[in-house]
């Protein structure tokens, strides 16, 4: 592997942008990595679009940096698009053409376009090369876009929230898709989602942003490794959340109370005892309650 091929193939640093009034993006870092699934969470108006925007050189950055393939995707447009695939979650294909119209007329767009994946892809996906785009289930839609997307083999493959409003048969093929194309060829993909589940299912890493800052980053092994989920009893019910430190979220009443918690364990159970209570059970947390748990903390200011 030569030097390039370690490059991250996105970079962003100290990334703002703001709307208006509104802070959209503030201070987001990121590193992507060659050949890997990168998942975007957030909730709607997290700033997911947004950040998106800047890699596809749509949005200039007001202040900090944005790289692909080490190029500015503002001032090297050519360097940088010629090389992603990209679905957005509108999906706006031409209503008037048929399947097999369309595929002839982005083909001519893209040298690299791969005529018999195409192919492979449009049966798979169950696509009528006969039917027109205006014609196709919402699903369908879905799957044609991610068909152009993926045709020309990019080495970045990038989808902004690819299964919004999909049926879960439809979104089990685009993830299949998703995965495939990395799995093969060593490919990048970087997807927003706000559907935890989904992108617990194929993320390799990933990066949750909260009100425009990523408040967590890494793979997604080493992020559900470092966090539990703590079933607490207390002898004498607390009348508010004790604070233990390395807990992110606390919830209960009484005498039972769940914690999402980030700590070394022996810190945390130091601190439940101090608190007068015991841990009477531990399990792995979801990648929703960690989400939740660390957006509360960012909203309340409670780093």
């Not at 703001?18 to 060659?34: C, H, T």
């Not at 767009?109 to 195409?118: E, G």
Request: charged share 25%; net charge neutral; glycine share 10%.
């Amino acid at each position: 592997m030569n030097v390039s091929d370690q490059a991250p193939v996105i970079e962003i640093s100290g990334l703002s942008r703001k709307f208006g009034q509104k802070l959209a993006l503030n201070q987001v870092s990121l590193k992507i990595p060659r050949g890997r699934v990168f998942g975007l969470v957030g909730g709607n108006g997290a700033g997911k679009t947004t950040l998106i925007k800047h890699i596809l050189g749509l949005l200039k950055a007001e202040s900090g940096s944005v790289r692909v393939f080490g190029f500015d995707p503002v001032t090297d447009p050519v360097a940088v698009l010629s090389r992603i695939g990209y679905l957005s979650e509108n999906r706006d294909l031409p209503p008037w053409m048929r399947v097999d119209e369309l595929l002839r007329y982005t083909q001519a767009f893209y040298p690299k376009w791969d005529p018999a994946y195409a192919e492979e892809l449009r049966a798979q996906f169950g696509l009528d090369p006969a039917a027109k785009i205006k014609n196709l289930s919402r699903g369908e839609n879905a799957k044609a876009g991610l068909l152009l997307a993926l045709a020309f083999r990019p080495e970045l493959l990038l989808l902004d929230e690819p299964s919004s409003g999909l049926d879960p048969l439809v979104r089990r093929d685009i993830l299949e898709a998703i995965i495939r194309t990395v799995a093969d060829e060593g490919r990048t993909v970087l997807f927003s989602s706000h559907l935890l589940e989904e992108v617990e299912r194929v993320a390799d890493d990933l990066a949750m942003v909260f009100a425009g800052e990523v408040v967590l980053t890494g793979t997604l092994d080493d992020i559900k490794d470092a966090h539990h989920r703590l079933i607490l009893h207390f002898e004498s019910p607390p009348s508010i959340a004790p604070k233990v430190p390395g807990v992110l979220s606390l919830t209960g009443s009484g005498r039972e109370w769940t914690a999402i918690c980030n700590g070394r364990r022996p810190e945390v159970l130091a601190g439940v005892v101090r608190a007068g209570g015991r841990i009477v059970a531990e399990a792995p947390a979801s990648l929703e309650e960690i989400f939740v748990a660390r957006a509360g903390t960012k909203a309340t200011g409670k780093e």
